[in-house]
């Protein structure tokens, strides 16, 4: 168990300070759950983890064999493909705005006090 030091940024303690800040990450809100390159993959994962979209799956691969095809292949795509897409572009758009909201309170103006 590490504990962390918060010292004064007042000159006397700026080696300490400058030690102590390079082992901890920056103080700011990231309240994101998705980058630029993780979005897809754990948006889909996420996606599947419900019953529904699951049951749609399953009917879209049981579709592919003639054997059972009932209606056209695309067709039985087609509710799954527009209820992850709109999943999906709510999902982005809720994460943009997170992003947004985060910025700007990582770059307000804060007091600290100091004894």
Do not use: C
């Not at 419900?50 to 209606?71: A, T």
């Amino acid at each position: 168990n590490k504990w962390r030091i918060v010292l004064p940024d007042n000159g006397r303690q700026l080696n300490d300070w400058k030690q102590v800040s390079t082992f901890y990450s920056r103080n700011r809100i990231q309240t994101t759950k998705y980058t630029w390159f993780t979005f897809l993959p754990q948006n889909l994962l996420g996606q599947f983890h419900r019953l529904g979209n699951i049951y749609f799956f399953f009917l879209v691969v049981l579709n592919w064999f003639p054997q059972v095809e009932v209606f056209h292949r695309e067709i039985t795509m087609l509710p799954l493909v527009v209820v992850l897409l709109a999943s999906m572009i709510k999902d982005a758009i809720e994460d943009y705005r997170k992003y947004q909201y985060d910025k700007t309170i990582n770059f307000t103006k804060t007091r600290v006090y100091d004894k």
